[in-house]
């Protein structure tokens, strides 16, 4: 088992559209979360971080924590071409590691 | 207020060939991660360091790779004696103090075995 799985995609939606993104992950004691965004060639960009269960929005974007499930999505409201990326989920149970999970392409068709 | 700085942004070396990845991680960040992107593969975390210190080395190979981040100056990644399956994307995160685990990462050196 993966330590950090996501569905490799691509995840197809249309301009305007919500896209959902999903990640599970299997140790237990991770206590920190986050969602980075990487364009073809280029590196990862930090968007999200969430620490506790519940939602967290910023702008366009919604992070969702559920510990017991040992879960967390991204949700991307009036999705818009240049949203058009991998999106990489990473988690840290302790300071310092990321483990990445091997992202999801997503593609926003105009 | 600059960014994590990687140089060089690419480089090509010959099998058998030193590679050295420098790093400088942005302004008040102390912490120093490099992470490495072989083709059509994630991101996997190598080192972490602090100044003058090895926090977490899990993730180095256990020969040709070094890092270190000197009190004065960059961090740098070595890797002796390279081999094509060296080629891939190097990055370097750093992040400040608190919250120690929120790391911004810099643009990457794309490292090429011939």
């Known amino acids: 088992q993966k330590e950090v799985e996501q569905n490799s995609g691509p995840l197809s939606v249309p301009e305007g559209a919500i896209a959902s993104l999903n990640c599970t992950y299997s140790?237990?004691?991770?206590?920190?979360f986050f969602w980075y965004r990487q364009y073809s060639g280029k590196s990862p960009e930090l968007i999200m971080s969430?620490?506790?269960?519940g939602d967290k929005e910023d702008g366009r974007f919604t992070a969702q924590l559920n510990k017991a499930s040992q879960y967390v999505s991204l949700l991307i409201r009036d999705s818009q071409p240049s949203d058009s990326a991998t999106y990489l989920c990473a988690v840290t149970s302790r300071a310092g590691k990321l483990i990445f999970g091997q992202g999801t392409t997503l593609q926003v068709k105009p | 207020n600059a960014g994590v700085m990687q140089n060089p942004r690419h480089l090509v070396r010959r099998r058998g060939q030193e590679a050295r990845l420098r790093c400088s991680p942005m302004k008040g960040h102390s912490h120093v991660y490099w992470y490495r992107q072989l083709p059509e593969e994630g991101l996997k975390f190598m080192v972490y360091?602090?100044?003058?210190?090895?926090?977490?080395e899990s993730g180095m190979p256990k020969e040709r790779f070094s890092a270190e981040f000197p009190k004065e100056g960059p961090s740098i990644l070595r890797i002796q004696q390279v081999v094509r399956g060296d080629s891939a994307a190097y990055f370097c995160?750093?992040?400040?103090?608190?919250?120690?685990?929120?790391?911004?990462f810099g643009p990457g050196t794309r490292l090429t075995v011939l």
């Open positions: 995160a750093s992040s400040p103090p608190s919250p120690a685990d929120t790391q911004y």
């Open positions: 969430i620490y506790s269960n």
């Open positions: 140790d237990r004691v991770s206590q920190s």
């Open positions: 360091l602090q100044k003058e210190n090895i926090i977490d």
